[in-house]
């Protein structure tokens, strides 16, 4: 299967910043999209950014100008830059991987298993 370890969350002031990191292994054929998602306490879990194999990205509106997402094929890693943070953007963060197994199966969207991000002074 797939195992996402993820790594780079942590307590920062507000205007901080941090880096997160998301590597897959396992028997994986090919990756297709990779993201991040957050849930903050007594929210909905909502998409944060994606980035396509082509290296096309998506950001949800609350994070654009300061989170930058990329991705490093080699390594089959995600990371999530996340400049000038405000308390509102604490929440745990999962990385999503969209991977296949075999050249014949479809993709299948894994999960992390989430890292803490807190913003307070």
């Known amino acids: 299967q797939v195992q996402l370890v993820e790594s780079g969350g942590g307590l920062v002031q507000p205007g901080g910043s941090l880096r997160l990191s998301c590597a897959a292994s396992?028997?994986?054929?090919?990756?297709?999209?990779m993201g991040w998602h957050r849930q903050a306490p007594g929210k909905q879990r909502e998409l944060v950014a994606d980035i396509t194999s082509g290296g096309r990205t998506y950001y949800a509106d609350s994070v654009k100008g300061r989170f930058t997402i990329s991705r490093d094929n080699a390594r089959n890693t995600v990371y999530l830059q996340m400049n000038s943070l405000k308390p509102e953007d604490t929440a745990v963060y999962y990385c999503?991987?969209?991977?296949?197994?075999?050249?014949?199966?479809?993709?299948?969207?894994?999960w992390g298993q989430g890292t803490q991000v807190t913003v307070s002074s």
């Open positions: 999503t991987v969209e991977a296949r197994l075999k050249s014949y199966s479809g993709y299948g969207r894994y």
């Open positions: 396992g028997s994986i054929f090919s990756i297709n999209g």
